[in-house]
């Protein structure tokens, strides 16, 4: 029966949806059938919005911008696909959603692998990895941070790695008040409303001086946020150490994994924040007096999605087969959130943020049993002739027996027409 709700839900999806005017654009690195572009740039600036943009495995040495446009950009199956360069999302209006999913993004020297900046609407990345840039030896010279989010309302990132840029070797100097590079912090959060599942998020290390009277770089923060709102479940924070040196300041400073100010507030789900190699008065989580820090010591809600195309995330395919996986904590009923688009929505009495618009399907799927999960085949249904891609948003939530509800992993399915 729950295999049956849910397989009437995405047929409604893909009959009622109204972006199946959609086009999928095809991007590869090297021309050939079917392949309507070799930069990721070059499709970005052909889409319009609703568009998706379907990305071959291959490296693109590009910096990819995205000025205001409601588009989707998915790697495809058949191995990794890297950006050697930079991703930036700017601009989106509130009206507007962007997400990417399964892309390797690695800054230039110095550089943030991926910006966010001023995007009112809805920015959501899957399965992506996103290193910051390596620095150059210096004190002067740091290294990129993984990800920049500024004043941004709406931002998710679900099974991502942010990694820090390390910080660069400085060698053969006379001056003992130089140092090496300081490395790059994870996510640099300013103005911004933020929400993070099941990922890894590190600072960069500081970068060593050797040989010469000189000190090690500083090690960089996992995640700072300032004047922002955080919510975190099922993910790992880590600060990093300072770079080796012999100078008057010796080995660079170490940081923390978890910075926070500026009236800041952080939520933590399940979450672990670890610098092993500080010392023992130091905090694992600074914070100053105008920020709140919350943790809960309680299971996430976790949503997995198993098909023979899911190494990593990837777009499905008409007639593949898979199963979708809840797991909760034991005893609370579990829900299946389903919906054609992707809204950010917060309220003081959920434990984490309703990441699906409207129209809005809630399918209850029973009370967990001791195994804490679910299971649900399910087949992709014909999307029908003329129709490419349907987006399908998922998330799972669960209701305790005290009537809370706990929102937990979010998942966008992107449908394809069997003939990708």
């Given at each position: ?16 949806t ?32 609703g ?127 130089d ?6 912090a ?6 911004s ?24 770089g ?44 500026a ?21 694992s ?38 199963t ?97």
């Amino acid at each position: 029966m729950r295999a049956l709700a849910i397989a009437a839900i995405v047929a409604a999806l893909v009959l009622d949806t109204p972006a199946l005017a959609s086009q999928v654009h095809v991007v590869a690195t090297q021309p050939g059938p079917g392949v309507d572009f070799k930069s990721i740039s070059a499709a970005v600036a052909a889409a319009a919005d609703g568009d998706v943009l379907l990305v071959k495995p291959g490296t693109y040495a590009e910096h990819v911008a995205v000025h205001g446009k409601s588009i989707a950009i998915a790697s495809d199956s058949g191995g990794p696909v890297l950006i050697t360069g930079s991703v930036k999302i700017e601009a989106l209006p509130a009206s507007a959603s962007f997400s990417m999913q399964g892309m390797h993004v690695i800054g230039s020297a110095g550089k943030a692998a991926l910006r966010i900046t001023d995007c009112a609407g809805s920015v959501l990345l899957e399965g992506c990895k996103v290193d910051g840039g390596f620095g150059g030896g210096g004190w002067d010279a740091p290294a990129g941070a993984a990800a920049v989010i500024t004043r941004s309302d709406a931002v998710t990132l679900v099974g991502c790695e942010a990694r820090g840029g390390h910080g660069g070797h400085l060698s053969h100097t006379s001056d003992p008040f130089d140092s090496g590079g300081a490395g790059g912090a994870g996510l640099s959060i300013g103005e911004s409303k933020v929400t993070l599942h099941a990922c890894v998020v590190l600072g960069g290390p500081g970068g060593g001086c050797d040989p010469g009277p000189c000190s090690g770089g500083s090690g960089a923060v996992g995640c700072y946020s300032s004047a922002s709102t955080v919510h975190a479940s099922a993910s790992r924070f880590f600060g990093s150490p300072g770079g080796s040196g012999s100078g008057p300041f010796g080995i660079g400073s170490p940081a923390v994994p978890l910075s926070v100010h500026a009236a800041s507030t952080l939520e933590l789900v399940a979450c672990l924040a670890s610098s092993d190699y500080l010392p023992d008065t130091w905090s694992s989580i600074k914070s100053d007096a105008s920020s709140s820090v919350s943790q809960f010591a309680i299971a996430p809600v976790e949503l997995a999605v198993s098909a023979p195309s899911q190494v990593g995330v990837k777009p499905l395919r008409e007639g593949e087969a898979g199963t979708l996986e809840i797991s909760g904590a034991t005893g609370a009923l579990a829900l299946l959130l389903v919906a054609p688009s992707f809204a950010y929505t917060s309220n003081p009495s959920w434990l984490g943020t309703a990441l699906i618009g409207a129209p809005l399907t809630v399918l209850p799927l029973g009370v967990l049993g001791a195994s804490a999960s679910v299971s649900i085949p399910f087949t992709v249904p014909d999307q029908g002739a003329g129709i490419e891609v349907t987006l399908v948003h998922l998330q799972a939530a669960t209701i305790d027996a005290q009537g809370a509800l706990q929102l937990g992993a979010h998942r966008l399915a992107a449908l394809l027409d069997a003939s990708f």
